[in-house]
């Protein structure tokens, strides 16, 4: 069985800065990619920022140059460091990965529970 487990979130005022970590455990054969995604209240969810396991990365317009994804092929980890915070930041922001898991043949998607982030104005 796989599973992501995210931490991090949290309140902070407009400006701020906060770090989203997110952790994939169990029968893993390979990481393929991982990313973030947010949901606002009352919207839909959205792509953040997504990084492959080679590195690339890929962001939404909304937060580039803000927001920074990188990874940890070791530990199967991928973290978010965001920046310059807007109260429009305001979503559940969720981990998602494309994995190879060790006992099944074929990629799957996983999500992770998804962690609340406030940005306060």
């Known amino acids: 069985q796989v599973q992501l487990v995210e931490s991090g979130g949290g309140l902070v005022q407009a400006g701020g800065s906060l770090r989203l970590s997110c952790a994939a455990s169990g029968n893993i054969f390979k990481v393929n990619a991982m990313d973030w995604y947010r949901q606002a209240l009352g919207k839909q969810r959205e792509l953040v920022a997504s990084?492959?396991?080679?590195?690339?990365?890929n962001y939404a317009d909304s937060v580039k140059g803000r927001f920074t994804i990188s990874n940890d092929n070791a530990k199967n980890t991928v973290y978010l460091k965001m920046n310059s915070l807007k109260p429009e930041d305001t979503a559940v922001y969720f981990c998602?990965?494309?994995?190879?898991?060790?006992?099944?043949?074929?990629?799957?998607?996983?999500w992770g529970q998804g962690t609340q982030v406030t940005v306060s104005s």
């Open positions: 990084i492959a396991s080679g590195g690339s990365t």
């Open positions: 998602h990965a494309k994995i190879l898991p060790a006992l099944l043949i074929g990629e799957y998607d996983y």
